[in-house]
């Protein structure tokens, strides 16, 4: 398929690409969520302002006569980044005889404050999620509930769902058990502060002062690595796919300004906590899948075969190839990573691989999980920041208590469908908001960079130009209007070249570029090829 240089300057060809892209689903841009979500209504922080800050004596001897287990004497910890205030998510863990371990995840009842058919109910339905933006979250609860009462906060009493989990030797779920629970939370620990206790490129003298500080902590923090790596591998064998590529952090001055991006890659910490958060996501959807009742699964369709065929295309140029016949298993897709890991191809193949794959969503059907090559999945452990978790936990606690009648099932199969739909439209738009923001940060961060030039790698080759990402992940774009060649678009080898001196260019190929334009408002670079 043979493309011409489009005519004109490239403020006109900006113009055809921002009109084609609004064939597109148009979503609301980051200033209209703030605007609409900044605040929330009188009722809801009327009704917020009535819930307890604290769990009182008397809360406390209530719940555990009607039946809440009390783990307060386990040794639970919470792992997360600096920042975060809505903790909702714990773990604990046991060694157990013959390499045995006992896990338990624990999760933030946030149900028991947030009753259906209440105006806090209706916000956060309505909010589906909460939107985090570099330096500001839109939370979808009130923050007196978020940050303050269901966050799992060291040293607190705090009301859970808990799930523990025995997990024999080869890293496989023999047991388990979900209930209420009532748990305190004896220290908090970051990812960064995991990764330097372990890792051999921390300061000894930081390593050493980190040891002293969770020393009666080493040996769990040690089992907890242990089993996550075991978790993993159980995974691995059964076709999961993991994609392990840098994702874009914009450091920002007090006043939001950015002034540094760099691509920043997840640690064997940030695993630790995905890996257990999985486990109790698939123990949850398989026990509920097997009682047959309404509920919200996360499913993740097989990709479709036309993006498939373009996959193939684009790695091809790069030397790779797809293989397998007939219908494409998730160990396919993870038999290429594998081959490029570690390689310069490795985060452009994983970024084209990413796009080839359907969109996980929301279903009251359980359809399966492609990506994660799991039969049963569910979002449990966030209630406080996803309405579909928070729906699962009424589930468990309505299945707990005996009110599933047929009645109230019939109910919850018809509100599941609308749910599903809403929330994973909800999801759409918060993740198309929050990326905005990071590309606009972005560009404006690049637009003190003009005329400056830089190593990149190109990423994506279109029919009216070539985008090229850079080291520190900010990805632009050189329309063909600005090269001194009119190119030809090859669409089945994914190959642009010169129409007169024939130079090719192909996906995965180095670039070094010049910085000539950014539009902060679209969150856009444009690059020229540097001479």
Same mark, same amino acid.
């Not at 008397?58 to 039946?67: H, Q, T, V």
């Not at 001055?253 to 064997?268: C, N």
């Not at 678009?489 to 996906?507: H, L, P, V």
């Given at each position: ?28 841009? #980051? ?108 939370? /979808?609860?009130?923050?007196? *509930? ?56 921390? #300061? ?19 089992? /907890? ?51 257990? /958060? ?12 097997? @009682? ?29 190839? *797809? ?6 298993? #998730? ?19 994983? @970024? ?42 009424? @589930? ?7 009110? @599933? ?81 009119? /190119? ?44």
């Amino acid at each position: 398929m043979r493309r011409r240089a489009p005519s004109g300057n490239s403020a006109g060809s900006i113009k055809k690409e921002n009109q084609r892209k609004q064939d597109k689903p148009e979503y609301k841009p #980051p200033e209209q969520l703030i605007e609409e979500r900044s605040e929330f209504s009188e009722s809801v922080k009327a009704e917020a302002a009535g819930i307890p800050t604290v769990l009182s004596p008397s809360a406390i001897a209530g719940e555990l006569k009607r039946g809440r287990r009390d783990l307060r004497h386990l040794e639970i910890v919470t792992i997360d980044s600096e920042e975060t205030k809505d903790v909702d998510d714990a773990i604990s863990i046991e060694r157990l005889p013959g390499g045995a371990y006992l896990l338990g995840v624990h999760i933030a009842d946030v149900a028991h404050y947030v009753r259906e058919g209440t105006a806090l109910d209706a916000a956060a339905y309505e909010r589906g999620t909460s939107v985090y933006l570099e330096s500001r979250v839109l939370p /979808m609860l009130p923050p007196r *509930l978020s940050n303050g009462i269901c966050s799992l906060n060291a040293g607190e009493d705090r009301l859970a769902l808990s799930v523990l989990m025995t997990i024999d030797k080869e890293g496989e779920i023999c047991r388990y058990e979900i209930f209420e629970s009532l748990i305190r939370v004896k220290y908090k620990i970051t990812y960064k502060q995991i990764y330097a206790l372990f890792e051999g490129d921390t #300061p000894s003298y930081r390593q050493e002062a980190l040891r002293d500080e969770y020393r009666q902590h080493l040996e769990d923090l040690h089992a /907890m690595r242990e089993l996550a790596e075991l978790r993993h591998a159980v995974r691995y064998r059964r076709g999961s796919i993991d994609f392990d590529f840098p994702e874009t952090h914009v450091t920002t001055d007090r006043k939001g300004k950015p002034i540094g991006v760099e691509a920043k890659r997840s640690t064997f910490a940030n695993r630790i906590i995905e890996e257990f /958060m999985l486990a109790a996501n698939e123990t949850v959807a398989e026990h509920f899948s097997r @009682m047959r009742i309404p509920f919200l699964y996360r499913v993740h369709g097989r990709p479709e075969q036309e993006k498939i065929i373009k996959l193939s295309l684009e790695i091809r140029s790069m030397g790779y190839t *797809l293989r397998g016949r007939g219908t494409l298993h #998730p160990h396919t897709i993870q038999s290429l990573l594998e081959k490029v890991k570690g390689k310069a191809a490795e985060p452009i193949i994983s @970024m084209l691989t990413l796009r080839a794959m359907q969109k996980a969503e929301y279903s009251p059907k359980n359809e399966g999980h492609f990506g994660l090559a799991a039969e049963n999945y569910t979002h449990f452990t966030s209630p406080i920041r996803r309405y579909p978790d928070l729906f699962v936990h009424r @589930m468990i606690k309505e299945t707990l208590h005996d009110k @599933m009648t047929a009645e109230r099932q019939a109910q919850l199969r018809t509100f599941a469908a609308e749910a599903a739909k809403h929330c994973s439209e909800a999801e759409r738009e918060a993740e198309s908001a929050e990326r905005l923001h990071t590309d606009r940060l972005v560009a404006e961060y690049m637009s003190s960079h003009i005329g400056e030039e830089f190593d990149g790698i190109i990423c994506n080759i279109t029919s009216f130009g070539i985008f090229v990402q850079l080291e520190n992940s900010a990805e632009g774009l050189i329309f063909y209007s600005s090269m001194p060649d009119y /190119m030809v678009f090859d669409e089945k080898k994914m190959i642009a070249s010169g129409e007169s001196n024939r130079r090719k260019y192909a996906i995965g190929d180095p670039a070094r570029v010049k910085v000539i334009g950014c539009n902060i408002k679209m969150g856009q670079i444009e690059f020229h090829f540097a001479k």
